[in-house]
């Protein structure tokens, strides 16, 4: 499967922690977005980063994508309760159609 | 107020019958998507398109049909072909296909 796949499935944190997630991909990207996702709920997008970039950030988020490990990470920093959500990378692939290929997502949980 | 609208937010029907889950965009985005989410899963790509009459197969088009017909709408319909219809649908749109995609709040079909 080309499949990003986060790593931890789930991870609880208590607030003012940073909260880390993996990202694994397997063959070469365009580009890998994140995605949160409150329980039942649409998705929300985060950050989109290329290929060619290694770093980018937004607010409280970064992103960074190691193409030579063929992973992402995005880190939460000082947790808020309000970031309690699930948490997807998704990628689209060179030489495909531009489709967005979803992993299954890290659920974080941040405790007051 | 810009955004991306799926109708209804619950969906009740029974076995047997075709449903057609609604979704409409005032982004004046070219491409659209449908996705399926099962519980504890990310999102599996149902169809797209990327311009007015023209979409594509995702990797689990059995079962469902769409249409293109005005760029602002892309609805889908659950056949009494799909064995297992029961789950969440998102719909979503980009400006283009390597771009970010904005999502709906999703239909909840429940099929009995």
């Known amino acids: 499967s080309q499949q990003g796949e986060e790593d931890p499935q789930a991870l609880s944190i208590q607030e003012g922690e940073n909260a880390t997630m993996n990202c694994s991909y397997k063959?070469?990207?365009?580009?890998l977005q994140w995605y949160r996702q409150n329980s039942g709920r649409g998705l929300v997008h985060l950050i989109l980063i290329r290929s060619n970039e290694r770093e980018k950030h937004s607010g409280r988020l970064r992103v960074t994508l190691d193409t030579s490990k063929k992973s992402s990470s995005l880190l939460i920093t000082a947790s808020r309760a309000a970031d309690t959500a699930s948490y997807f990378c998704a990628c689209t692939f060179s030489g495909g159609y531009n489709k967005l290929i979803f992993g299954a997502g890290t659920r974080l949980a941040v405790h007051p | 107020d810009g955004g991306i609208t799926q109708s209804p937010k619950y969906l009740f029907r029974k076995e047997g019958q075709n449903v057609t889950l609604s979704c409409e965009q005032n982004l004046n985005h070219d491409a659209m998507y449908w996705y399926r989410q099962d519980p504890g899963q990310g999102l599996r790509l149902i169809y797209y398109s990327q311009i007015v009459n023209d979409f594509q197969k995702g990797d689990i088009a059995e079962g469902y049909s769409v249409s293109r017909e005005k760029k602002e709408s892309f609805p889908l319909t659950v056949t009494s072909a799909q064995k297992n219809p029961t789950a969440f649908y998102l719909c979503?749109?980009?400006?283009?296909?390597?771009?970010?995609?904005?999502f709906g709040p999703g239909t909840r079909l429940t099929v009995t």
């Open positions: 063959t070469s990207i365009n580009n």
């Open positions: 979503a749109s980009s400006i283009t296909a390597d771009y970010e995609q904005y």
